[in-house]
C-alpha cells in the first residue's frame, strides 16, 4: 500500500490536460455489450475503476484490448453469465452491466454494486424502470437476479432525477420492442455521452440532455468507433487547485459549458476564470471572498465538486455554507480537514466554513475518491507536509495526479507505507 505526500506553499503555474470522463467511461464499457461486432472507444482515463471494467467484459467472454487510451472491445463470443460478487463489488458502475445484459441477454444476475460509501444511494428507479420494460426482478442472496421473455418500450417516469437510472433503462430500452419515453431524466454531459454512442451503433434515440428522453427500439446493433468526452470533475478539481494556488493555469482539453455553475461561483470570489474553445484560464486573485453552494442535479453545482470546494472555502473571507442535497453522507472529509486547522461545523446537510484559515500538514485518510481530491487540495495550501492514506479511492477517478501536478510545480510524491502504517490504517 501507498500513502500520498504533499507539501504545501508552492505555487501553481503551467498547463495540466484533462483526461476522459470517468463516469462517462463506466458506462461506456458496459455499453458495448449491447453490440454484434467490434466497438472502439477512444481517449479513456487510465484508472482502476476502467481496468476493473474491462476485467468484467472479459469475465463474460468479451476480447478486450488496450492500446494507450483506447480500448478494442470485440462482444461477439459474451454470454449472459453471473458476476455475483468478486470485482462487481468495487464499483457503483457495475450496475450498468444489469442495463446492458437485460438488452442483450434477456437476463442478468449481478452483485449489488459497491464503490464509495456516500450513505444509500438505492437503485429502486432502476429496477421501477426495468419491470416496466418487462422484467422479473429479484434480490437472492445479494444479487439482482433480471428475468425477461421479452422487453416492450413503456414510458417510464422517475420519481428522483438519477443519473445511474437514466443511463440503465437507456441501455436495456434501445432492443426493445416499440417505443420508451423516460420522463424526469437526468440530463448530465455523460447521458449524451452514452447516447451518442449508442447512436453510433444503430440506436434510435432522441432527447438525450434534457428531461424527456425517447427511444424507437431497434433488432441490432453494430459496432463503432466513439470518442469519451473530457472529464468535467477532474477539470473541475484542477480548476479548484489553480484557484486555490494558481499563478496562471490553463486547464486543456475542457468543455467549459460543462463547468458553468463551478465558473460562476469561482467568479463570484474574485478568481480570474477565462473561457476558450477547450480551455480554462485560472489566475488567483487576494482576498478571496466566501461564498454560499448548493449542490443539485446538473446543470446545477456538482456534488462530486463539493467537496474539493469546501477545501478551497478555508482560505475566503468570511462564512461559507456548503450544502449537499444529493449525498448527506458527503461530509466525512470535513473531520480530515478539522486535523488541518480547518474552522468547519456540519449542521445537518450543510456545512459551516468560516475564513480565511492557515492550513497546517497533517496525517489525514481519504474516505472516497472527491474526499481524496478536497485533501489534496487542502495540502497544496497547507504549511508543511501532508500525509494522505486511502488512495485506492483517488486512482479510481483521478489520472496520473501526482504528474499533472508536479508539472504545474506542486511538491507531491507517493512513498511505500511501513507495515505499522499499514495495520494503523486497516484498524482506523
Known amino acids: 500500500m501507498e500513502k500520498?505526500?504533499?507539501e504545501g506553499g508552492h505555487s501553481l503555474k503551467g498547463q495540466v490536460r484533462v483526461s476522459g470522463a470517468k463516469n462517462s467511461a463506466?458506462?461506456?464499457?458496459?455499453?458495448?455489450?449491447l453490440a454484434e461486432s467490434p466497438v472502439t472507444i477512444e481517449g479513456l482515463p487510465n484508472i482502476s475503476d476502467v481496468d476493473t471494467l474491462s476485467h468484467l467484459l472479459q469475465e463474460i467472454g468479451g476480447r478486450v484490448s488496450k492500446r494507450g487510451?483506447?480500448?478494442?472491445?470485440?462482444?461477439?463470443?459474451?454470454i449472459s453469465m453471473p458476476l455475483p460478487n468478486g470485482r462487481v463489488k468495487k464499483l457503483r458502475a457495475s450496475y450498468y452491466f444489469m442495463g446492458a445484459m437485460l438488452g442483450r441477454f434477456k437476463k442478468a444476475v449481478i452483485g449489488l454494486p459497491g464503490g464509495c460509501h456516500l450513505g444509500p444511494r438505492p437503485i429502486d428507479q432502476h429496477i421501477k424502470g426495468f419491470e416496466a420494460l418487462g422484467a422479473q426482478v429479484t434480490n437472492e442472496q445479494g444479487a439482482i437476479y433480471l428475468r425477461?421473455?421479452?422487453l416492450r418500450g413503456a414510458r417510464i417516469y422517475l420519481d428522483v432525477v438519477s443519473v445511474g437510472a437514466t443511463i440503465n433503462i437507456m441501455l436495456a430500452a434501445v432492443k426493445a420492442k416499440g417505443r420508451t419515453v423516460i420522463e424526469n431524466a437526468a440530463k448530465e454531459p455523460e447521458i449524451i455521452d452514452v447516447a451518442t454512442l449508442l447512436t453510433s451503433m444503430g440506436a434510435k434515440i432522441k432527447g438525450a440532455g434534457t428531461d424527456v428522453i425517447r427511444i424507437e427500439g431497434v433488432d441490432h446493433l453494430n459496432g463503432c468507433q466513439h470518442t469519451i468526452i473530457p472529464d468535467r470533475i477532474e477539470a473541475g478539481t484542477y480548476t479548484i487547485m489553480a484557484a486555490a494556488k494558481g499563478e496562471e493555469v490553463i486547464i486543456d482539453n475542457v468543455i467549459p459549458l460543462h463547468l458553468e455553475s463551478l465558473i460562476a461561483k469561482l467568479r463570484e470570489m474574485g478568481i480570474v476564470v477565462e473561457t476558450r474553445d477547450d480551455q480554462l484560464l485560472v489566475r488567483r486573485s487576494n482576498p478571496l471572498k466566501s461564498v454560499d453552494i448548493k449542490t443539485l442535479v446538473y446543470p446545477g453545482f456538482p456534488t462530486d465538486l463539493q467537496q474539493p470546494f469546501t477545501s478551497l472555502l478555508t482560505q475566503a473571507t468570511g462564512t461559507g455554507v456548503v450544502t449537499d442535497t444529493i449525498y448527506q453522507a458527503r461530509f466525512k472529509h470535513i473531520d480530515e480537514l478539522r486535523r488541518m486547522n480547518a474552522d468547519i461545523k456540519v449542521e445537518g446537510s450543510s456545512a459551516i466554513v468560516n475564513g480565511p484559515i492557515t492550513l497546517q500538514g497533517a496525517k489525514v485518510k481519504a474516505s472516497d475518491l472527491r474526499a481524496g481530491a478536497a485533501l489534496v487540495a487542502a495540502g497544496l495550501m497547507a504549511n508543511g507536509v501532508t500525509e494522505i492514506t486511502g488512495l485506492e479511492h483517488i486512482d479510481r477517478g483521478y489520472e496520473n495526479l501526482v504528474e499533472k501536478l508536479?508539472?504545474?510545480g506542486a511538491v507531491i510524491w507517493r512513498e511505500k507505507m511501513t507495515e505499522a502504517e499499514i495495520e494503523q490504517f486497516q484498524n482506523s
Do not use: C, F, N, T
Request: hydrophobic share 55%; no cysteine.
Open 148 to 150: 425477461a421473455e421479452e
Open 26 to 33: 463506466v458506462a461506456l464499457l458496459p455499453a458495448a455489450i
Open 69 to 78: 487510451q483506447d480500448i478494442y472491445i470485440d462482444p461477439s463470443d459474451m
Open 4 to 6: 500520498l505526500l504533499v
Open 406 to 408: 508536479s508539472d504545474l
